[in-house]
């Protein structure tokens, strides 16, 4: 049987006395579109840092693949693209100079072909000279998008990605999660929105005061049974 693409095995993070993540053990298969809810401070933007290597456990094990992370290559990271609230663009470049930037850090093939797919895609093509600056906020988070997938990564991690933005960047943004699930990426998605992540997932989990207190595959619930059983879980 082939390794799970990530597992956690009995992870803790504690910042200080606050115990963030409390004995979480799990895996995560390649292709799967997994949904976390929970309420504020329940450790959901932690749980996505620990699975991203952006952060590491205080104990506990986290492997991918296998390999352990105090294991793990750098050149492992490059296979995630991390879209959280922060767009990570600098303000005084304009939407190609950010993205020729972060191209070339990630050492994307055909730079101009790929950006221009990708700002294509998410209709912000004729801006493309304009600075960021002037960006409006959804504008802004189709293009933190665009820098977080230029170099295809084959693992996708959001963080509340649907946080502020209008209709037509949610439209987008839904549109882009449904062609990469159909592309076989794994995509980890924290949100507030129990519709549009349960529409979208093949998997559905909460996370309560750092512990992991549902974990279910999408098929075996429905969004009724689903919107009680969070209500249950976090009451
Ligand atoms: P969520 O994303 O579910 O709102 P977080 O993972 O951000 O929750 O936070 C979980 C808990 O850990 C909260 O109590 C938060 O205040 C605390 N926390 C998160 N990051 C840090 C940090 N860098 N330093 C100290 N405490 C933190
Ligand atoms: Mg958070």
Redesign the pocket.
């Known amino acids: 049987m082939s390794e799970p693409l990530i597992k956690f095995s009995n992870v803790n ?1 504690k ?2 006395h ?1 115990h ?2 409390n004995d979480v053990s799990v895996s995560f298969d390649k292709g799967e579109f997994i949904s976390v809810f ?12 620990l699975l991203c290597t952006m ?1 590491s456990p205080s104990s506990g094990d986290i492997f991918y693949e296998g390999t352990p992370l105090k294991k793990l290559k750098d050149d492992f990271r490059s296979r995630f693209g991390v879209i959280s609230h922060q767009p990570f663009l600098y303000s005084e470049l304009t939407a190609m100079e950010n993205l020729t930037f972060y191209a070339k850090l990630y050492g994307v093939q055909n730079i101009e072909d790929r950006i221009k797919e990708l700002l294509g895609k998410v209709e912000l093509y004729k801006r493309r000279n304009d600075k960021v600056r002037g960006y409006s906020r959804g504008m802004l988070q189709r293009l933190s998008i665009t820098r977080a997938l230029l170099h295809n990564p084959d693992i996708v991690v959001l ?2 990605p649907y946080t502020g933005l209008d209709t037509h960047a949610s439209d987008i943004l839904t549109k882009i999660l449904v062609e990469l699930f159909d592309n076989k990426h794994t995509i980890i998605m ?1 949100t507030h929105n129990m519709k549009q992540g349960f529409d979208a997932s093949s998997r559905l989990a909460i ?1 309560r005061r ?1 512990k992991l207190v549902f974990d279910e595959k999408r098929d075996n619930v429905t969004l009724d049974e689903f919107e009680h059983v969070y209500t249950e879980a976090v009451s």
């Not at 929970?38 to 840092?49: E, I």
Request: proline share 4%; net charge positive; aromatic share 8%.
């Open positions: 993070k910042y200080g606050i963030a993540l929970g309420p504020n401070g329940a450790g959901k933007s932690t749980f996505l840092k952060t963080d509340e924290v996370i750092g």
